[in-house]
């Protein structure tokens, strides 16, 4: 009999700690034997993994390349500017900082390098799809800062570019932020290029959860529009937990400075490293391929949702997300999620626009295809997800709770030729 496990990667670790290394085993069966639907996660490929697991952790290197507070940087720093220039090239930009630790830090980083403490910053509320590092207000970002929230029209969804605009010309921001954790629609870059311009901001362009999309052709891209653009490196993008911040030549120098010695100390090089092998990964024709894929498979998914009922926010998607509102399907976002959970389907529970319930307990769903995608899921396999949810979040409804661990079977088998890089069984 094989015994499941993540070899090569913990072969040591399971001599040295047992414990440990079983707890990572059921972590990579439990990923590989689901349907993961989380719209911020992928799963990176072997390589990746592999860059994450080197010595280059044991390397510190406050500075910038050729610039290093600490001797011995003959090979980490070829290792950063390769990251660099990967992501220069490949998003086309002047300029890139590869350090952040993950997005929050390097959203974190921008304020510092455009503003003081009590200045104005413009985002989206966290509600209606935007990030806590907008300018919410339990995060730093909202209790340091003056925050203004936008959010998007209750009719259908989307962002109201007038009203950007009006609100924008009232509060006057120093910072403007586009994007968000929840947004299913294209992000309108120019026109939010123009409302910074109006009103002198810098406009951020936070393209967190798109970034492999934008990469991969698959999302228009903010490069001459936002003066600055901030990404993390883990969702769409595909590769490991990390952050990057580009901008033009004119930006560079107060975002270098920001991140370091700003706010962060030595960047984690194995990171750097993963980073850079997932750039070249993005550089393929292959992953622009799979950028459509992604996008090819959410607007199926949409649509069979759509088939079965599901109250989509916007009506549907143009990206990698959807978002659902089960207020017509009598159950919430939280019972729902757990319910799925148990039947093997991986998503998370989101507020709705307006949504009349708590945060902790909303009347939403957020769904992303990018996971299902990097398996080698298809169009074809998105109506018999869709009815698997619709399924499972029924009979819940009913208290049939049968149902979940029959469906769990059936979707360990549905996903079992579908390997993950990692783990194998
Ligand atoms: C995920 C995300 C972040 C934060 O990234 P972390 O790595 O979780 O800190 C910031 N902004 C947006 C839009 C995101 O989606």
Redesign the pocket.
Known sequence: MTVSTTLPLVASLRETDPDLAALIDAEGRRQSESIRLIA?ENYVSQAVLEATGTLLTNKYSEGYAGKRYYEGQQFIDEIETLAVERAKALFGVDHANVQP???????LAVYLAFLQPGDKVMGMALPMG?????GWGVSATGKWFTSVQYGVRKEDGRVDLDEVRDLALAERPKLIFC???AIPRTIEFAGFAEIAAEVDAVLVA????IAGLVAGGAHPSPVGHAGVI?T?T??TLRGP???MLMSDEEHAKKLDRAVFPGLQGGPHNHTTAAIAVALKEAATADFKAYAHRIVANAKALAEAMADRGFDLVSGGTDNHLILADLTNRAIGGKPAAQALDRAGIELNYNTVPYDPRKPFDPSGIRLGTSSITTRGLTEEHMPQIAAWMDEVITAEGDGDSSVASRVRNEIREFVAPFPIPGYSD
Do not use: E, Q, V
């Open positions: 911020s630790y993950s997005g929050s830090p390097a959203n935007g990030h806590l590092t907008h994007g968000g954790t936070d393209i967190a959860h901030s993390t883990h969702k937990r990390g952050a």
